[in-house]
Structure formats: C-alpha cells, structure tokens
C-alpha cells in the first residue's frame, strides 16, 4: 500500500494477543497452494464463535478455490473435503448452502458435538481437501490463542443468532480472501467481553469490531502485503468513507503472525439486525478482490 497508515492505538491490546505460531513455518504462508480453503467455526444459527462448551454443536463451514482456474469448487469438485480433530472422528464436509449453519458464502458443511468428557482447551482442527482434479489444500487456523476453537465449560454464549444470509461469492476470483471478526477489547460505552479478542460475527451497539484479513494473488501465488497491495479497505454501510485496511505483524517474535487489521466501534445508532461490510483489495498490478462479509446487530 503506497500510503500505508501506521496501526492505530485502539489495537495495541489485540496485537499482543498470546500467539503460537508454528515453528516450522510463517503463518500465513507467503505462497499460495492448489486449493485455497476459507473456513469459519459457527452455531447452528450462523453465529460465529471460537469457545464452545462441552455437549455443544460445532458447525465447521468452509468455501474452496482452485488456485489454478481461480473458480469456486462446487458440489461436484471434491474427491474428499473434512475436518481433523483430535482423538476424534473426522468431520466430512457436504455441499449444501441451506444446512444450519451454512450460507450462500460458507456452502460446506459439517458439525461435532463436543463430548461431554473432551479436554479443556484449543483444538488444533486442520480441513483437508483434495479437488477431483487432484488438488489439495489444507486450512489452519489463525495461531492467537483466544480466537482459536476452545473447549471450556465456562465459553461464553453468543449474543444472538447469527446473519440470516449472505453474498455468495463470485464463481470466478483473481484474489483468494479470508477474513473474520474479534472482539475488540477498546469497545465505547458498552461493557467488556470475558474473552477478549473472541471470534464473533454479533456484536451490540459501542462494541469494538476488529477486522483481521489475509490472503493471496492467485494469478502470481503471492500472500497479500504491502509488497502488492495498492489499497485495502472496509466499506460499511452508512459509514461515508471506507475503513483502510493496515498490514502488520501480531504477537512477538518468534511467534509473530502477519495479516490485514482494522477496527471499528459499533455508533449507538447504526440500524439493528444484519449488514453486510465489503472488503476490497486493490494490487499494484491493477487486481481487484472483494469479499462481503455478513455482520448482525442486536440490542
């Protein structure tokens, strides 16, 4: 980004989030693979969360690009697509953008009831996938310990159900895009969250939404950074001018993570129930990606 605008200091907190990033490798990773895999974990209503208590449902959803042909895989593009979880069964991935969970942006699907006796703590899920073109990809999660799948008997629900709906994606895509929201630990006039820097697509009026992107070029492989990157933005609907987007690393070496980061406070009277925040990526090279992102508001 030509003018890239220096981390403002409502995110300071959430930049020193505990990380744990793999020893072996950059997180993201700077090329991209065959296929790419954005996945979110979720309620059977849509809510996104990153805690859930035992005996409770998760629903892992995902989307898949063929890197190559730079196209959504559909119903009919997978050899296998599933969820590794440990000391437990895979999770298989089906293709249907009307289960509960799933939207039009997130078509597959699977859930794990959490046993009643599973341990405490982050669960290191990985989904692997293989294209009936014989492509693989894998998904990781981000490594900040608060927003990764935990198990706690004491996991703090989500304040509602999550959107009713979502954009669904454009069949083809030059940028492959991940993005998801935290909870900010700066909010305004609204209390605290008991986990700060949680996953969470629901949020009350004062509360502090933190953006966090990455991604990659699909037609050079390239992570996202202000190595290719012209502009990034938020664009919310009834906020005039779009919120940029700012690269930086997360967490202290030598676990650092990198991605795209903004945050925004919730205005006391922006319009209750669901809304749809736009993301957009503009490279040095004249590219242009944009991923809608699905939000709700509730009292």
């Not at 202290?252 to 919730?266: E, L, R, Y």
Request: aromatic share 12%; with cysteine; charged share 10%.
């Amino acid at each position: 980004m030509r003018k890239l605008l220096v981390l403002v200091a409502a995110l300071a907190s959430f930049a020193a989030a505990s990380t744990t990033a793999s020893a072996d490798a950059p997180f993201p990773a700077t090329t991209v693979g065959p296929v790419f895999i954005s996945a979110q974990t979720v309620n059977t209503s849509g809510a996104m969360s990153s805690w859930f208590a035992p005996g409770a449902t998760v629903v892992f959803r995902a989307f898949a690009l063929d890197t190559k042909a730079m196209k959504l895989i559909g119903d009919k593009g997978m050899t296998y697509f599933y969820v590794t979880i440990p000391n437990q069964p895979n999770v298989k991935l089906k293709y249907d953008p009307t289960a509960p969970g799933a939207s039009a942006r997130y078509p597959w699907t699977g859930q794990w009831t959490v046993p009643s006796t599973y341990p405490a703590g982050t669960v290191g899920f990985r989904i692997l996938a293989k294209s009936t073109f014989k492509r693989h990809g894998e998904f990781v999660q981000i490594p900040v310990a608060t927003s990764q799948l935990t198990i706690s008997s004491t996991a703090p629900a989500p304040f509602g159900s999550g959107p009713a709906a979502s954009t669904a994606a454009p069949a083809k895509q030059e940028i492959g895009i991940y993005v998801d929201t935290v909870n900010g630990t700066g909010p305004v006039g609204a209390a605290k969250r008991p986990i700060g820097c949680a996953q969470t697509n629901v949020y009350k009026h004062g509360e502090q939404v933190v953006f966090r992107v990455w991604g990659f070029d699909l037609k050079t492989g390239d992570q996202l950074s202000t190595d290719n990157v012209d502009t990034a933005s938020v664009t919310i609907p009834g906020v005039a001018t779009p919120i940029t987007l700012n690269y930086g690393a997360h967490g202290t070496a030598p676990n650092k993570v990198f991605f795209w980061s903004t945050p925004w406070i919730v205005p006391t009277t922006f319009p209750l129930g669901d809304f749809t925040a736009t993301i957009t990526f503009k490279t040095l090279d004249g590219k242009t990606g944009t991923f809608d992102y699905s939000l709700t508001i509730v009292p």
